[in-house]
C-alpha cells in the first residue's frame, strides 16, 4: 500500500522542486464556516486533539489549530511536510512524517480526524480503520472536499473547465491515474458507510468565500501538479493552461474577485 502511495506521490509532480511553495501560496484554506460545521457535528466548543491526515503543507492544520488545544499533521511527502513545518511556529501544532494508515498516534484520543482534499489519495478502508482508532467514541472523521473549479464567472470556468477535462483525458490516454481514479470522491460517504465503523455518516454541505484575483486563480490551478510526462506528451494541457491564464486576466483585469468555495464534507461519526 505505501508502495502504491509513493506511485501515486511520485506521479503527482507534488515531489518537483517549489511545487510545495506553490500550493501552500494558492490553495485555499479551510473557511471559519466549514470548521464550525465540523466541530457541531464533534458535539464540542473546542476539540482537545485533530489529527489531520494527507495535511500536505498544513493549510487546514493551521485553520483547525486556531480552534483545537492540539492538531497533528499527518503527511508522507518530505516536501510537503516541510513546507508545513516552516509555515507555522503555533506551539499546539505538530506533524508526524507518515501515511494515514499508520500514523502511530494513541488510540481514542481525538475528537476529529480529517481529510482535506487528501481521501481520494488513499486507500480507504485501512485509513478509516485507523480514523476510529485515533477517534474516541462521539467522534467525527470527515473527508473534506471543496470543488474545483470553484464558480467565479462563467466564461473563466467554462475556461479552467476545459483545462480540467484535457488533464483527465491526457492522464487517461498516457495511463497515469491519479488517486482519485482508484477513490473517487463521490464514493467516500459509501466507503464510510461500508466500513460498518461508524454509527452515523451523511453528507454535509458548507461554503466559504475567499478572495481572488487573476493570478491567485492562475496559481490554484497550477497548484493541481501534474506528472512531467503529462506535459511533454500532452501539449494540449500547457495550451489550454495559457488560454485559461488569458481568460482569467481579461475578465478579472486588476480586480479582486468574490470566489464562492463549495465544501462536501463526508462525515462519520464513531
Ligand atoms: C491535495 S493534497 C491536500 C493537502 C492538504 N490537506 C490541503 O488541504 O491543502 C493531498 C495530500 O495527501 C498526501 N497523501 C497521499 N497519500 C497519502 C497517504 N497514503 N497518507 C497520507 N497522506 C497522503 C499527499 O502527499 C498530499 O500532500
Sequence with gaps: MSEFSDELIGRSGYLSEGFADVYDRYRPSPPAEVLDVLILAAGVEQPTLVVDLGCG???????????????????????????????????????IEAYARETGLPDGGADLVTCWQSFHWMEPQPVLAEAVRL????????????????????????????????????????????????????RHLDEIRTSGRFRYARELVAHGWWDTDA????????????????????????????????????????????????YRLRVGIK
Design 57 to 95: 503543507t498544513g493549510l487546514a492544520t493551521r485553520a483547525l489549530a486556531d480552534r483545537a488545544d492540539e492538531v497533528v499533521g499527518v503527511e508522507p511527502n518530505p516536501r510537503m511536510i516541510e513546507r508545513a513545518r516552516t509555515a507555522t511556529e503555533k506551539s499546539n501544532v505538530s506533524f
Design 135 to 186: 477517534l474516541r467514541s462521539g467522534g467525527v472523521f470527515a473527508a473534506c472536499d471543496y470543488d474545483v473549479p470553484p464558480f467565479v464567472e462563467p466564461g473563466v470556468d467554462a475556461a479552467f473547465e476545459a483545462l480540467g477535462g484535457a488533464r483527465r483525458e491526457a492522464r487517461q490516454r498516457l495511463a497515469l491515474p491519479a488517486g482519485a481514479t482508484s477513490w473517487p470522491k463521490d
Design 215 to 262: 493570478e491567485r486563480l492562475i496559481g490554484l490551478a497550477r497548484s493541481i501538479g501534474g506528472p512531467r510526462e503529462l506535459f511533454e506528451q500532452a501539449p494540449e494541457v500547457g495550451e489550454l493552461f495559457d488560454r485559461a491564464a488569458e481568460t482569467a486576466r481579461e475578465v478579472l483585469g486588476d480586480r479582486t474577485w468574490p470566489l464562492l468555495l463549495g
